[in-house]
Nanobody, 124 residues
Framework: QVQLVESGGGLAQPGGSLRLSCAAS????????MSWARQAPGKGLEWVSG????????YYADSVKGRFTISRDNAKNTLYLQMNSLKPEDTALYYC?????????????????WGQGTQVTVSS
């Protein structure tokens, strides 16, 4: 069955960095676009970044553009999110999600599988 397992979260200081990973199994990883989304305490789910199935194109929310970088290694069935210049407002539970197709979906409703999340806390 499809499994998405995030890792790499933790506590970081403002201005610091973290790298999240999402290990995928149970489907042909290279055939599907993937995204990262996050949910901050008391807030709704927010799409953060997405990448095409072949990694040829990437997209970012304005709130993270220039600070976060999404990438994937299709040989390792793994999705990454490099987070630099972290801010306290980046504190959230971060999820990876599998899209229905090869391109990044515009709506969170277009993702059919989600991981369990990894907590990122940015605080001094």
């Amino acid at each position: 069955q499809v499994q998405l397992v995030e890792s790499g979260g933790g506590l970081a200081q403002p201005g610091g960095s973290l790298r999240l990973s999402c290990a995928a199994s149970g489907f042909t990883f290279s055939s599907y676009a993937m995204s990262w989304a996050r949910q901050a305490p008391g807030k709704g789910l927010e799409w953060v970044s997405g990448i095409y199935s072949d990694g040829s194109d990437t997209y970012y929310a304005d709130s993270v553009k220039g600070r976060f970088t999404i990438s994937r290694d299709n040989a390792k069935n793994t999705l990454y999110l490099q987070m630099n210049s972290l801010k306290p407002e980046d504190t959230a539970l971060y999820y990876c999600a599998k899209a229905h197709g090869t391109v990044v979906a515009g709506s969170l409703d277009d993702y059919d599988y989600w991981g369990q999340g990894t907590q990122v806390t940015v605080s001094s």
